[in-house]
């Protein structure tokens, strides 16, 4: 698989070649190279990593290498959270955590386990919110629901940084490459015109690449948001309020 090296070139052949870089060839020999290109991208590459993945998990189809579940354990007293406001609840996310996907009942997992499982339509969809906790060092999630299976804590899928490229898909790759061509345009000397061009196609190719490729590793039928086309007050299908369950 290409290293952040290789994923780097890819940006810059984007761009026609990297300028003035050492050798003259237009390419980096290594991240770790010491004139400004590679200096720059060895900067720029595990931010526009980090971008890719929580872009991917703000339009729910996370990349999989990236996925977590976590009961997030004891709940923050409410003296400790001056942000808790309307909610309820706060916990402390996990240290790893770029981005949550959802919030969902840890109790729809046991399910898998049974003969014959439910047929679901889509799981509760909760409300929250991530603020930063200004009495720590540390991200908080408020909500007014518990979710996880003892109904004590809340039960989140979140998405981790994957500094590893072995586990990257070409999609992912490609994310990542043109993403960076658009940063690291001004640095070779490009016009903004070839930036702009960059995140246009990382937002209107890359990315829907991706997620297409993505969304086919996964039954992605819990994530799909209810239909509120014929309005909110029209009559949806009874579901179990606990479990989520479309009967």
Avoid at 6 to 26: F, R
Avoid at 70 to 92: I, M
Avoid at 129 to 150: D, Y
Avoid at 231 to 236: A, D, I, Q, T
Wanted: glycine fraction near 8%.
């Amino acid at each position: 698989m290409p290293s952040k090296t290789d994923i780097c070139n890819l940006a810059l052949g984007k761009l026609g070649g990297g300028g003035d870089v050492v050798g003259g060839n237009g390419f980096i020999d290594s991240i770790d190279g010491p004139d400004r290109v590679p200096s720059w991208c060895k900067i720029a590459f595990p931010r526009t990593r980090r971008r890719v993945i929580t872009k991917l998990a703000t339009i729910e189809c996370p990349f999989r290498a990236t996925i977590r579940f976590k009961d997030l354990g004891t709940e923050l007293s409410s003296d400790a959270v001056p942000e808790l406001g309307q909610w309820q609840h706060a916990f402390n996310l996990p240290g790893d955590c770029l981005q949550v996907v959802r919030q969902f009942t840890e109790a729809a997992i046991a399910i898998r386990t049974q003969p014959r499982p439910y047929q679901t339509r889509s799981q509760v969809n909760f409300q929250w919110e991530i603020v930063a906790n200004l009495k720590g060092n540390r991200k908080i999630l408020l909500t007014n629901t518990l979710s996880n299976e003892a109904q004590d804590s809340a039960f989140i899928e979140y998405v981790i940084d994957t500094p590893e490229t072995g586990s990257f898909t070409e999609e992912m790759i490609e994310c990542i490459a043109t993403l960076l061509a658009n940063g690291v345009a001004p640095v070779i000397q490009r016009d903004m015109q070839s930036a702009a061009f960059m995140l246009e196609q990382y937002l209107a190719v890359a990315v829907p690449n991706a997620q297409a490729a993505n969304q086919r590793g996964f039954n992605n039928t819990a994530r799909i948001i209810p239909d509120y086309s014929g309005g909110r007050s029209r009559v949806l299908p009874s579901r179990n309020p606990i479990l989520g369950i479309t009967r």
